[in-house]
């Protein structure tokens, strides 16, 4: 028996960095779905939370479970989550906004300090979802 392709789906969020940088925001393949490295950019093109990385990784969890659902998901099919800081001394408020929203789902999780491109980003997260059933 010949395996079948599994048709992939995309989402956008119409941000002025995916039509750039030629990417999805999440991107669906069977059961999987990749959420891309997620910033607090609204919908105008603005940092949302300027100078507060709680505010901004709560906005940037609303956008991943946005994408996930697009796609059939929930966060409860998260498995994976990676969190970039661009300073490690904001650890705290930004594990406090992960832990709202992760606590009972509990998946693998890695945080660490990056460059990130921007100066007013603070926080950039990614997620990877396994949708069951």
Known sequence: MKNEKQ?????????????????????RVGDQIHVSGTTATGPDGNVVGPGDPGSQARFILDKIENAIQQLG??????????????????WEPVARAHGERFGKIRPANTLVQAQLVGDDYLVEIEATAIVQG
Do not use: C, F, M
């Not at 048709?7 to 991107?27: C, D, L, M």
């Not at 099919?77 to 904001?90: A, E, G, M, P």
């Open 73 to 90: 998901g929930t966060l409860n099919d998260v498995i994976r989550t990676r969190i970039y800081l661009s300073d490690k001394s904001q």
């Open 7 to 27: 048709p992939k789906q995309t989402i956008s969020t119409n941000t002025v960095w995916e039509e750039i940088a030629g990417y999805s925001r999440a991107v």
